[in-house]
């Protein structure tokens, strides 16, 4: 599997000169073709090359969010949604309102691992196009064994207005996880795997009469949608969980402050780090398969070989967790206002916002002491 990184800005620049900043390109998606500034895509900055994005639009009107592949994503880029900024930043923003993937209520500009990169003869959710733990009986048919992201980035901005605030979800983003396929045909097989969930996902959230944020990291059983005991398991970075209502303050981070992350897949455990400037870093181990939580203790509820037969992949970018669906008593669903309009929701504050300054991946890795 290539390596995927920033490309150094500089550099960049000599390539593309203050005499070419008002070159424009052509960037399809569906039927519609719209002129862009070349400067703006960040594809001129990050290598993409093993990446696609879903951003919150429905340019061709086919009823269904936009997808842009890896192929068009190198000459891509929208004004609002996802950009280059003046710093050479990649931003990606997801407003409450718009149009959503079929299985969620949550808005999201957000990259997808493609390991096939630009092949298409190997289809989205073939075994080649994913990763699998080295446990997976099949596990030679896939396209890498684990696999490593890291990314840098600062959350700009998380969603001000909820009619739920108490909801968990509410005033939060995902900067980053790891998904597993959904595959009709291997839960039909009765094994306990394809549904779908996340073994991983990484969490920044902040109220918004509170000075700093926090960020945490979920861990979702891997069992049935109709389970009650499929919830996610929050685990603390720093700062204060998803469903803690006190000032994080210094302990916390701030909008517009960078902090990183690690995801290390290596053989069937999962090897997280988190670090910031004047923070510890923090760091967690769970093996995926088995029921063996991140604190080394047997979790009954949960799948006994936890994420073993499933095929996995990489995202990143702003999934944004503050729906505008309204369900009391619920952790998703917090009635966050919008009105699908986005100069009005941006002028609301009713959006999330998130920019990166550094996203990798590469293959796993053994741990170092």
């Known amino acids: 599997m290539n390596q995927v990184s920033r490309k150094p800005f500089i550099l960049s620049r000599a390539i593309y000169p203050l005499s070419l900043s008002l070159l424009v390109a052509c960037s399809t998606i569906g039927t ?41 994503i190198q000459n891509y880029a929208h004004p609002d949604f996802f950009y280059l900024d003046e710093n050479g930043g990649m931003v990606f923003v997801a407003p409450n309102k718009a149009i959503t993937t079929a299985n969620s209520s949550n808005t999201r500009s957000e990259l997808r691992q493609m ?22 009986p099949l596990s030679i048919r896939y396209g890498a064994i684990g696999g490593k992201m890291q990314a840098t980035l600062k959350v700009d901005h998380v969603a001000l207005r909820a009619k739920q605030p108490d909801t968990p979800a509410a005033y939060s983003v995902v900067v980053g996880q790891i998904h597993a396929t959904k595959d009709k045909e291997l839960i039909a097989k009765n094994l306990g795997f394809g549904w ?5 996902k990484i969490y920044y959230k902040k109220w ?18 109709d389970d009650p005991n499929r919830t996610d398991i929050t685990h603390p970075v720093w700062g204060n969980t998803w ?7 210094d302990s916390g981070i701030a909008l517009g402050e960078e902090f990183s992350y690690t995801i290390n897949v290596h053989k069937n455990t999962m090897y997280l780090t988190f670090s910031a400037e004047g923070k510890d870093d923090v760091k967690y181990s769970i093996n995926l398969a ?16 936890g994420y073993t037969a499933d095929s996995h992949y990489f995202k990143a970018g702003a999934y944004n967790q503050c729906s505008t669906k309204e369900e009391s008593g619920t952790t998703w669903y917090a009635g966050c206002l919008g009105t699908g309009d986005w100069k009005t929701d ?24």
Not at 56 to 61: A, E, I, R, S, T
Not at 196 to 200: D, L
Not at 346 to 369: I, R
């Open 32 to 72: 519609r073709t719209t002129s862009i500034n070349k400067e703006m895509m960040p594809a001129t900055q990050f290598d993409l090359s093993h990446w696609k994005i879903t951003v919150p639009l429905d340019l061709d009107n086919d009823g269904k969010i936009d997808e842009v592949s890896v192929e068009d």
């Open 208 to 225: 918004p009469n509170h000075e700093k944020g926090s960020v945490f990291w979920n861990y979702e059983r891997n069992l049935p949608k």
């Open 346 to 369: 941006k002028k609301n504050g009713d959006y999330t916002q998130v920019t990166f300054s550094q996203l990798t991946l590469s293959p796993a890795e053994a741990p170092t002491q």
């Open 290 to 305: 088995t029921n063996v939580d991140a604190y080394g203790n047997v979790d009954k509820h949960d799948h006994r070989l």
């Open 243 to 249: 469903d803690n209502a006190a000032e994080p303050g």
């Open 115 to 136: 390991i096939r990169g630009a092949n298409k003869k190997i289809k989205t959710n073939y075994a080649g196009n994913n990763f699998a733990l080295a446990a997976h």
């Open 196 to 200: 779908g969930n996340e073994p991983i």
